[in-house]
């Protein structure tokens, strides 16, 4: 047999790879000249009309042309300059995603609300969850006999009654930072932002028996019910949106004077009315002008002085904003990962 | 309180042409809230909100007052008509024929009472069961719906006995003794907790509740011929105390425990009066007995119109303010630069200052009408916590990005949970009036909620990572208890090294400096063979923690859990977010590795604190490699202002190998000098 067409063979092959432009290209020569019925194996077949000697020899060439055409493959995909074939990179494979985690809702809704206070002067606070009646209530202007004052509404601790503090409560509200705000400071000016948790004895699908709510105080000289409209609706816009406004109703609370509830308008229907809402206001919570029992209680003088405070649910306040829909508040506290993986 | 009001019944005293709408638009600008309208087929029914301040618009009377006051300030022309207490003083007497009493003062400050004789017990005047219908209320028969439409019409509950059955016409009100019985009208029996305000007949027997409901045995019936009307004021504070504890709400309760105005017990009694004539028939009545020893007296206050405009940011003029509050049913009296102020009775409870009368005025004149301002002015001083706001947000900000996630739990636990907690009772703080078994205590340590809501969650999870900050509660005697922020780590699975790691990120992202200690911590939830404590400041700030079998155990979580407890009120008093810089090094460190057989007789951390006390030279020892008993560690030398040469650190290898063979480690390999 002819060692030309070995030869050729080999030629055709280096020719071949040279020209090959990806890797798949290049296996696929391999299989057709090396494999297993490739072109090489095929002249092997043929031997069998050489000599002794011949066979010898030609199997030698063989052999070695088998290596130059295997290296010269292997060399080629060595080489960077090779352009990949498009599939071996595949970008949609799925990632190494780093570990996600949470925060709460109510985290979240206490860092945007304290951020929102914190650009009109209002500085954080933190005041005791569990404090005297004295904060808590007296020092309000709640009398004795008031129903919030009772073991029905309130917690109580099991503790000896303090002769000047009173007993010890689980805090229905913020309200008791307002009395130790005025103690801390002295003189107004003061504006605070207490943001805490909060007790009530009462569980439903819209109250659970810890809440959190953002107390804000301002008490300055002139201080006005406009100014507190101007701050309500200041939050309104910022926490709300632009188009959101607030009014205010008369209500009723013991350390106030006037008080007001605060609605805002609907986002739906801006206080048309709709069928969401409604009457086309919302509320978001009780406020009002510093009562002067109270003023007088933290050792500011109220013909010199006057404020206003709103306390306010986080939950609520919150839930109003991000539509969350949550048909039972007591959702917040179940802590199923499902629930807060959402966040 | 809610009350429901048909837009019908209100134009008995309210003349308007004004809709159902624009009233209720009017009323919870100004006055109450109407939470809904309701339109039935001939009538609209207003349902509305009334605060706790104002039991004197618990009646259609009391908001046709106020609804004819607000709808005028709109420029809508409305008029209160057959004002209640326009009415001429009838004659009364301290002793009647009809009834022998005794009246404890203290419990009840009025006490008035007439018998209707020979009524007749038929079907109301079809105007009167309507009304009482379209109000939520049930029509009984012409003599019980008397009280009901008179509750409801004037806000004065009233009640009706049948007069023959109280057997010696004799009436005791007193306190109750505890254990005393008494059988109201729906048929409950009640033992009574004692100090209610009860009516004894003279033998012992109890036949009236007051305040919250009418004894059984002295009700009226069928056959009832004679009735003894019957209209008081009682001492609020007991009759809250009673229907709280007893949990018989009744709106009559409701208004008695809100101060209603004694003033109004009279209207009440003549307008019951009247319509037992056209109701049930009445042929006659008794002499009206009446004891009512201390009569109001009128309040006066004194309000400056400057005050009122300074309160609420708008200047009005004086007759504004006069007409407000005289659509109110104050009277006014214009002196020199001051306006004296009379009080009406039904407000002598919640009008007592200038600010209340403030109230009044903006209300009506109408909140919305006043302009919205943002006060200026400069922040005040923080609080020395301050900072921890900021390390807080840090340190939520840095777990939920590595994969915590953060849980809110009740501050309460139970019984149980305390229990685990392993905290001594007398340090639990304890509630005197818990809601129920799940919250009985404050928790002194974050950790048995947390797992509670881990074991909770591993049924839709494998991996579970969760974080709080929130206070933990120890008592103290004679003072309020401690509450200190708290911020704790669990990790469902074998984590330990994991976590410790965080925990380690987080210490450094703090700047905290801190040394170990190994096995240190006696809380009874922690594996007190596998944890670690974190010390700075001589203050354990943080242990790391596998949670122990028990524990684990007793709350049915059948993976293994690591935990960290952060004390982050120390935490955060010594973080520090600004570091001191340290020159970078001009010369390049030498790094060798030493390899050691290590039998285990000391701690790793041990080993490392013994390598670096060598020389200051050595800045960085790391864990190269470990495979069975033999420790690498890769030793950094280094000097701030030279190179080093091989030399001169021969010296210290061979100090660090002979410390560390005094502990037991031999090492692997020679030095080659």
């Known amino acids: ?343 | 309180m809610n009350i429901i009001i048909p837009h019908s019944w209100l134009k008995d005293y309210l003349k308007t042409l004004a809709t159902p709408e624009k009233i209720s638009d009017v009323l919870s600008l100004c006055s109450c809230s109407v939470e809904k309208l309701e339109k039935t087929a001939d009538d609209f029914l207003y349902h509305i909100e009334i605060t706790t301040n104002r039991v004197d618009m618990m009646s259609v009377s009391g908001v046709a007052r106020e609804a004819a006051a607000a709808l005028k300030q709109f420029g809508i022309k409305a008029e209160f008509k057959n004002d209640p207490y326009q009415i001429k003083k009838p004659k009364t007497a301290k002793t009647i024929k009809e009834l022998t009493v005794k009246v404890d003062q203290q419990l009840c400050p009025r006490f008035s009472a007439v018998v209707l004789k020979k009524v007749s017990i038929i079907k109301s005047a079809r105007i009167v069961s309507e009304r009482l219908i379209k109000s939520g209320i049930r029509s009984i028969d012409s003599i019980v719906d008397i009280s009901n439409y008179i509750m409801k019409a004037l806000g004065q509950p009233v009640h009706t006995f049948d007069y023959d059955k109280i057997v010696n016409h004799k009436m005791i009100l007193r306190k109750s003794l505890r254990g005393e019985k008494i059988t109201t009208l729906d048929g409950k029996t009640f033992t009574l907790p004692g100090d209610d305000i009860v009516i004894e007949d003279g033998s012992g027997k109890l036949i009236d509740l007051c305040g919250i409901m009418g004894g059984l045995n002295s009700a009226v019936d069928k056959n009832t011929k004679n009735v003894l009307l019957f209209i008081q004021n009682y001492n609020p504070l007991f009759v809250r105390k009673t229907s709280m504890n007893l949990s018989q709400r009744s709106e009559a309760a409701a208004i008695f425990e809100k101060s209603p105005d004694p003033e109004l017990v009279m209207p009440a009694l003549l307008e019951a009066c009247n319509l037992a004539k056209k109701n049930a028939n009445t042929a006659g009545l008794s002499e009206i007995l009446d004891i009512y020893p201390n009569p109001y007296k009128q309040k006066k206050i004194q309000l400056a119109p400057d005050y009122v405009n300074a309160s609420i940011g708008k200047t009005l003029k004086n007759q504004e303010i006069i007409t407000i509050l005289k659509n109110l049913g104050f009277a006014v009296k214009t002196n020199d630069k001051c306006l004296e102020i009379s009080v009406p009775s039904w407000r002598a409870k919640d009008i007592s200052i200038k600010q209340d009368l403030v109230e009044e005025v903006a209300r009506i004149y109408g909140y919305f009408n006043l302009p919205s301002v943002v006060p200026l002015g400069l922040p005040t001083k923080t609080q020395a916590e301050a900072k921890s706001f900021i390390w807080e947000t840090k340190a939520k900000n840095l777990l939920s990005a590595w994969g915590f996630t953060e849980i809110y739990s009740y501050s309460f636990i139970s019984e149980i949970l305390a229990k685990i907690s392993g905290v001594e009772t007398g340090k639990l703080v304890k509630l005197k009036n818990p809601l129920s078994g799940d919250y009985s205590y404050m928790r002194p340590t974050l950790i048995p909620s947390m797992l509670q809501v881990l074991g909770q969650n591993t049924g839709n999870f494998e991996n579970i990572n969760i974080f709080e900050l929130a206070n933990i509660y120890l008592n103290q005697p004679q003072n309020l208890p401690i509450q200190k922020l708290n911020l704790d780590i669990l990790s469902a699975g074998d984590n330990f090294f994991k976590i410790k790691g965080y925990l380690e990120a987080l210490l450094k992202i703090f700047n905290i400096k801190f040394t170990v200690k190994a096995k240190q911590t006696k809380k009874e939830y922690f594996d007190h063979a596998k944890n670690l404590n974190y010390i700075a400041g001589e203050k354990v700030i943080a242990t790391i923690a596998k949670i122990s079998k028990k524990t684990l155990q007793s709350l049915a979580i059948n993976i293994p859990v690591t935990a960290v407890e952060i004390d982050f009120e120390v935490l955060t008093s010594l973080a520090n977010a600004f570091k001191s810089i340290k020159p970078l090094p001009k010369y390049p460190a030498i790094i060798e590795d030493l390899t050691f057989e290590f039998p285990h007789l000391a701690y790793y951390q041990e080993i490392v604190d013994l390598i670096k006390k060598v020389s200051p030279l050595i800045t960085k020892v790391n864990l190269k490699d470990s495979f069975k008993n033999k420790l690498t560690f890769r030793i950094y030398y280094q000097h701030p202002t030279q190179s080093l040469t091989d030399k001169e650190i021969s010296q210290t290898r061979k100090s660090i190998v002979n410390n560390l063979e005094s502990k037991g480690l031999r090492l692997v390999g020679t030095l080659s000098n």
């Open chain 1, 1 to 343: 047999m002819d060692s030309q067409v070995i030869y050729n063979i080999k030629n055709e092959a280096l020719a071949l790879i040279g020209s090959a432009k990806d890797s798949r290209e290049l296996e696929n020569i391999r299989i057709t000249y090396l494999g297993r019925s490739g072109k090489l194996n095929g002249l092997f077949s043929k031997m069998s009309a050489l000599t002794k000697e011949e066979k010898i020899q030609f199997g030698i060439k063989l052999n070695e042309i088998k290596n130059i055409i295997d290296t010269e493959i292997n060399s080629r995909i060595a080489n960077a300059s090779l352009s990949v074939p498009e599939i071996a990179f595949d970008p949609t494979l799925p990632s190494i995603l780093p570990p996600l985690g949470h925060l709460h809702p109510i985290t979240k809704a206490i860092e945007e609300i304290s951020n929102i206070f914190e650009k009109i002067g209002f500085i954080r606070v933190r005041y005791p969850e569990i404090d005297w009646d004295w904060y808590a209530f007296e020092a309000l202007n709640m009398p004795v006999n008031h129903p919030a004052r009772d073991e029905w509404e309130t917690f109580f601790i099991d503790s000896p009654k303090n002769s000047k503090w009173g007993r010890v409560v689980l805090t229905p509200h913020t309200s008791n930072g307002q009395v130790r705000e005025m103690e801390r400071l002295k003189t107004p000016p003061m504006r605070m932002i207490n943001i805490a948790k909060c007790y009530r004895r009462q569980v439903d699908i819209s109250h659970t028996p810890m809440f959190h709510q953002f107390e804000g105080l301002l008490v300055d000289k002139n201080i006005t019910i406009s100014h507190l409209k101007g701050v309500t609706d200041y939050f309104a816009n910022a926490f709300y949106g632009p188009t959101r406004k607030t009014r205010l109703r008369p209500f009723h609370f013991q350390f106030t004077e006037p008080s007001f509830e605060v609605d805002i308008n609907c986002s739906i229907c801006l206080g048309k009315g709709c069928k969401t809402c409604k009457s086309g206001w919302l509320e978001l919570g009780g406020a009002g002008m510093v009562h002067p029992n109270v003023l007088r209680a933290g050792g500011i003088d109220p013909e010199i002085y006057s404020g206003f405070a709103f306390g306010w649910g986080i939950e609520r306040t919150y839930m109003m904003k991000s539509a969350l829909k949550l048909d039972d508040i007591r959702t917040l506290y179940n802590n199923d990962l499902r629930f807060l993986g959402q966040f």
